[in-house]
Protein backbone atom coordinates (compact mmCIF):
# COMPACT_ATOMS: atom_id res chain seq x y z
CA UNK A 1 0.00 0.00 0.00
CA UNK A 2 2.86 2.43 0.68
CA UNK A 3 4.74 1.91 -2.58
CA UNK A 4 1.27 2.29 -4.11
CA UNK A 5 0.34 5.54 -2.27
CA UNK A 6 4.34 6.46 -3.55
CA UNK A 7 2.71 6.33 -6.99
CA UNK A 8 -0.02 8.79 -6.64
CA UNK A 9 2.42 11.37 -4.75
CA UNK A 10 4.46 13.99 -6.33
CA UNK A 11 5.73 17.54 -5.17
CA UNK A 12 6.66 17.09 -1.61
CA UNK A 13 3.57 14.78 -0.91
CA UNK A 14 3.64 11.87 0.95
CA UNK A 15 -0.39 11.03 1.84
CA UNK A 16 -3.34 10.13 0.08
CA UNK A 17 -6.88 10.04 1.39
CA UNK A 18 -9.48 7.28 0.83
CA UNK A 19 -13.09 7.33 -0.22
CA UNK A 20 -15.83 4.96 -1.27
CA UNK A 21 -19.55 4.62 -2.73
CA UNK A 22 -20.99 1.76 -1.05
CA UNK A 23 -23.02 0.89 -2.66
CA UNK A 24 -22.54 3.36 -5.86
CA UNK A 25 -26.16 4.28 -6.79
CA UNK A 26 -27.24 2.65 -10.25
CA UNK A 27 -30.71 1.49 -11.13
CA UNK A 28 -31.18 -1.63 -11.67
CA UNK A 29 -31.17 -2.36 -15.70
CA UNK A 30 -29.38 0.86 -16.83
CA UNK A 31 -26.45 0.82 -18.71
CA UNK A 32 -22.79 2.23 -17.66
CA UNK A 33 -23.03 5.46 -19.67
CA UNK A 34 -26.57 6.10 -18.49
CA UNK A 35 -25.09 5.05 -14.94
CA UNK A 36 -22.50 7.32 -15.11
CA UNK A 37 -23.93 10.12 -16.79
CA UNK A 38 -26.42 10.32 -13.61
CA UNK A 39 -23.82 11.30 -11.19
CA UNK A 40 -22.29 14.42 -13.44
CA UNK A 41 -23.62 16.80 -11.06
CA UNK A 42 -21.34 15.13 -7.89
CA UNK A 43 -19.31 12.43 -7.35
CA UNK A 44 -21.39 10.00 -4.66
CA UNK A 45 -18.19 8.69 -3.10
CA UNK A 46 -17.81 9.80 1.21
CA UNK A 47 -14.49 10.50 2.81
CA UNK A 48 -13.38 7.19 4.70
CA UNK A 49 -9.98 9.26 6.24
CA UNK A 50 -10.37 11.05 9.72
CA UNK A 51 -11.22 14.59 8.17
CA UNK A 52 -14.29 16.68 8.76
CA UNK A 53 -14.13 17.84 4.99
CA UNK A 54 -16.96 15.63 3.21
CA UNK A 55 -16.79 16.71 -0.40
CA UNK A 56 -13.60 17.40 -2.96
CA UNK A 57 -13.72 19.12 -6.02
CA UNK A 58 -10.30 18.66 -7.16
CA UNK A 59 -7.57 16.52 -6.76
CA UNK A 60 -3.46 16.45 -8.05
CA UNK A 61 -3.65 12.53 -8.62
CA UNK A 62 -6.32 9.34 -8.09
CA UNK A 63 -6.65 5.80 -8.71
CA UNK A 64 -10.07 4.79 -8.80
CA UNK A 65 -12.05 1.27 -9.02
CA UNK A 66 -15.31 0.52 -10.12
CA UNK A 67 -16.71 -2.74 -9.86
CA UNK A 68 -19.78 -4.70 -10.35
CA UNK A 69 -21.27 -2.13 -13.22
CA UNK A 70 -19.97 -3.30 -16.54
CA UNK A 71 -22.11 -6.61 -16.37
CA UNK A 72 -25.32 -4.54 -16.49
CA UNK A 73 -26.88 -3.76 -20.40
CA UNK A 74 -25.46 -1.75 -22.95
CA UNK A 75 -28.43 -0.26 -24.21
CA UNK A 76 -29.59 3.21 -22.91
CA UNK A 77 -33.06 3.76 -21.55
CA UNK A 78 -35.36 4.91 -23.70
CA UNK A 79 -35.77 8.66 -24.52
CA UNK A 80 -32.50 8.99 -21.94
CA UNK A 81 -30.48 12.00 -23.76
CA UNK A 82 -27.28 11.15 -24.97
CA UNK A 83 -23.98 12.39 -23.19
CA UNK A 84 -20.52 12.30 -23.99
CA UNK A 85 -20.19 9.03 -22.24
CA UNK A 86 -22.43 7.46 -24.44
CA UNK A 87 -20.09 7.76 -27.24
CA UNK A 88 -16.75 6.52 -25.59
CA UNK A 89 -15.86 3.28 -27.03
CA UNK A 90 -15.23 0.81 -24.44
CA UNK A 91 -16.14 0.94 -20.39
CA UNK A 92 -12.80 1.67 -19.70
CA UNK A 93 -12.92 4.53 -21.61
CA UNK A 94 -16.40 5.84 -20.15
CA UNK A 95 -15.08 5.62 -16.82
CA UNK A 96 -11.85 7.68 -17.50
CA UNK A 97 -14.23 10.30 -19.52
CA UNK A 98 -16.35 10.30 -15.82
CA UNK A 99 -13.25 11.01 -13.91
CA UNK A 100 -11.92 13.33 -15.98
CA UNK A 101 -15.30 15.68 -16.25
CA UNK A 102 -14.88 15.78 -12.38
CA UNK A 103 -11.76 16.53 -12.03
CA UNK A 104 -10.15 17.93 -15.09
CA UNK A 105 -6.30 18.08 -15.46
CA UNK A 106 -5.68 14.95 -12.17
CA UNK A 107 -3.66 12.28 -13.08
CA UNK A 108 -6.26 9.76 -13.25
CA UNK A 109 -5.64 5.84 -13.38
CA UNK A 110 -9.01 4.10 -13.36
CA UNK A 111 -10.03 -0.42 -13.60
CA UNK A 112 -13.39 -1.73 -14.44
CA UNK A 113 -14.03 -4.94 -12.63
CA UNK A 114 -17.07 -6.96 -13.58
CA UNK A 115 -17.24 -9.14 -9.92
CA UNK A 116 -19.29 -7.01 -7.38
CA UNK A 117 -18.23 -6.80 -3.50
CA UNK A 118 -19.57 -9.91 -1.98
CA UNK A 119 -22.19 -8.61 1.13
CA UNK A 120 -23.28 -12.31 1.93
CA UNK A 121 -23.20 -12.56 5.73
CA UNK A 122 -20.93 -12.27 7.84
CA UNK A 123 -20.83 -8.73 5.67
CA UNK A 124 -22.92 -5.95 8.22
CA UNK A 125 -26.88 -6.47 6.67
CA UNK A 126 -27.67 -2.92 6.39
CA UNK A 127 -28.90 -2.21 2.98
CA UNK A 128 -31.96 -0.07 2.04
CA UNK A 129 -35.16 -2.43 0.92
CA UNK A 130 -34.64 -0.81 -2.10
CA UNK A 131 -31.94 -2.44 -2.88
CA UNK A 132 -32.19 -5.45 -5.56
CA UNK A 133 -30.60 -8.94 -4.46
CA UNK A 134 -27.85 -7.64 -6.79
CA UNK A 135 -27.49 -3.95 -4.91
CA UNK A 136 -28.65 -2.17 -7.16
CA UNK A 137 -31.79 0.44 -7.01
CA UNK A 138 -35.49 0.15 -7.08
CA UNK A 139 -38.13 2.69 -7.85
CA UNK A 140 -40.06 0.98 -5.13
CA UNK A 141 -39.07 -1.12 -1.66
CA UNK A 142 -39.10 -4.67 -2.85
CA UNK A 143 -40.82 -7.99 -1.05
CA UNK A 144 -37.46 -9.30 0.56
CA UNK A 145 -35.44 -7.89 3.51
CA UNK A 146 -32.26 -5.78 3.24
CA UNK A 147 -30.06 -9.30 4.54
CA UNK A 148 -31.36 -10.26 1.34
CA UNK A 149 -28.54 -8.18 -0.35
CA UNK A 150 -25.88 -10.38 -1.84
CA UNK A 151 -23.03 -7.95 -3.51
CA UNK A 152 -23.51 -4.75 -4.51
CA UNK A 153 -21.56 -2.06 -7.06
CA UNK A 154 -18.66 0.26 -5.55
CA UNK A 155 -16.78 2.48 -6.76
CA UNK A 156 -13.77 3.37 -4.58
CA UNK A 157 -10.73 5.53 -4.61
CA UNK A 158 -7.32 6.97 -3.19
CA UNK A 159 -6.71 10.56 -4.21
CA UNK A 160 -4.13 12.82 -3.10
CA UNK A 161 -6.32 16.04 -2.82
CA UNK A 162 -6.55 19.25 -1.06
CA UNK A 163 -8.62 17.86 1.72
CA UNK A 164 -5.58 16.75 3.13
CA UNK A 165 -4.26 20.00 3.78
CA UNK A 166 -7.12 20.07 6.75
CA UNK A 167 -6.28 16.36 7.68
CA UNK A 168 -2.52 17.29 8.48
CA UNK A 169 -2.96 20.85 9.56
CA UNK A 170 -5.53 19.58 12.37
CA UNK A 171 -2.55 16.95 13.65
CA UNK A 172 -0.07 19.35 13.76
CA UNK A 173 -2.72 21.71 16.26
CA UNK A 174 -3.51 18.99 18.42
CA UNK A 175 -0.19 17.91 18.77
CA UNK A 176 0.98 21.48 19.76
CA UNK A 177 -2.56 21.92 21.75
CA UNK A 178 -3.29 20.17 25.29
CA UNK A 179 -4.44 17.14 23.82
CA UNK A 180 -0.06 17.30 22.72
CA UNK A 181 0.78 16.59 26.24
CA UNK A 182 -0.37 12.89 25.77
CA UNK A 183 3.16 12.52 23.75
CA UNK A 184 4.82 13.09 27.26
CA UNK A 185 5.32 9.52 27.05
CA UNK A 186 7.42 9.18 23.95
CA UNK A 187 9.75 11.75 25.74
CA UNK A 188 10.01 9.24 28.73
CA UNK A 189 10.50 6.72 26.24
CA UNK A 190 13.47 8.10 24.91
CA UNK A 191 12.31 10.77 22.50
CA UNK A 192 14.12 13.98 22.59
CA UNK A 193 12.14 17.16 22.53
CA UNK A 194 14.47 18.83 19.35
CA UNK A 195 13.71 15.23 17.61
CA UNK A 196 9.83 15.89 18.32
CA UNK A 197 9.96 19.75 17.09
CA UNK A 198 11.59 18.62 13.73
CA UNK A 199 8.84 16.63 12.92
CA UNK A 200 6.56 18.64 13.41
CA UNK A 201 7.71 20.68 11.79
CA UNK A 202 8.19 18.30 8.82
CA UNK A 203 4.73 17.73 9.46
CA UNK A 204 3.49 20.97 9.00
CA UNK A 205 5.41 21.43 5.82
CA UNK A 206 3.74 18.50 4.55
CA UNK A 207 0.24 20.19 5.01
CA UNK A 208 1.36 22.97 2.98
CA UNK A 209 1.87 20.93 0.01
CA UNK A 210 -1.55 20.38 -0.43
CA UNK A 211 -2.01 23.82 -0.79
CA UNK A 212 -3.88 25.05 -3.97
CA UNK A 213 -4.05 27.86 -6.56
CA UNK A 214 -0.32 29.84 -5.80
CA UNK A 215 0.65 26.65 -3.22
CA UNK A 216 0.99 24.72 -6.65
CA UNK A 217 4.27 24.22 -7.70
CA UNK A 218 5.79 23.82 -11.15
CA UNK A 219 6.67 20.55 -10.58
CA UNK A 220 2.46 20.07 -9.96
CA UNK A 221 2.34 21.56 -13.60
CA UNK A 222 4.99 19.61 -15.33
CA UNK A 223 2.98 16.25 -13.92
CA UNK A 224 -0.39 17.18 -15.61
Known amino acids: MMHFADSL ?38 LLSSCREQKVSCCFAQSVVLRGICQEKATSCPGQPQSPLHSCE ?38 SPLLTRRGFLLDRAQGHSSGGVESIPVLAALQSSPVLQLLLSGLCQQLQGPHGRRCSSFFTAGVEQDDFQEALEELRTLAQCYQTGLGASEDEADSD
Request: aromatic fraction near 14%; glycine fraction near 4%; proline fraction near 13%.
Open 9 to 46: TFSGRKVVAAWAALPFPALSGSSLPDILSAQQQEVPWK
Open 90 to 127: SPEQMLQQFLHSHFPGAFSTSHLLQQPCDTRPPFPQFF
